[in-house]
């Protein structure tokens, strides 16, 4: 069956935050995936983009594990504290909430050497936000409480692999 196991970094993310995904061979065609993103860091002292995300996903290959094309089933689960950027009305606010939801994927997995690979991957769902939101992007005053549903991608990576039997 070839490869068992995989070590992996999205390297879209890795601007953002520390990542760690590793799979799993399940059997001759399906493998489980999880991926996890951290960034306990605050940018400055009134910009914050702190967050813990998830993602758990149950992939079915096309041909074999780790070659080719794959579809995936995968789940979300995260929390954050955002504030004083640039998007929406963040910029003079802050919210600080977690998120969870679920969608499909659709990917692939190009073979570099024996045990490096590069794999791509895309996917669309639907995730639930509860979120308090403050005034401020420092301060503690809270002005309510809010539920938000998002419909679209839930997914994006290129990620390098390294392969290990």
């Known amino acids: 069956m070839g490869q068992s196991f995989g070590l992996k970094s999205n390297l879209l993310y890795d601007g953002v935050g520390p990542n760690l995904g590793v799979e799993v061979v399940l059997s001759q065609r399906l493998t489980l995936d999880l991926n996890a993103n951290y960034n306990p860091f605050s940018v400055s002292e009134t910009k914050k983009w702190k967050h813990l995300l998830i993602q758990p996903e149950l992939r079915y290959w096309l041909c074999q594990p780790f070659s080719g094309h794959f579809i995936g089933v995968h789940l979300i689960e995260g929390e954050y504290n955002i504030g004083g950027i640039n998007v929406a009305d963040l910029k003079t606010r802050r919210i600080q909430g977690n998120v969870w939801g679920g969608g499909v994927s659709y990917g692939h997995h190009w073979i570099l050497s024996p045990r490096w690979g590069v794999e791509a991957s895309v996917g669309l769902g639907v995730a639930r ?37």
């Open 129 to 165: 936000f509860h979120y308090d939101k403050y005034i401020c992007a420092h301060c503690g005053y809270k002005t309510g409480t809010y539920n938000k549903t998002y419909l679209g991608p839930t997914k994006v990576s290129v990620s390098l692999v390294y392969l290990l039997k």
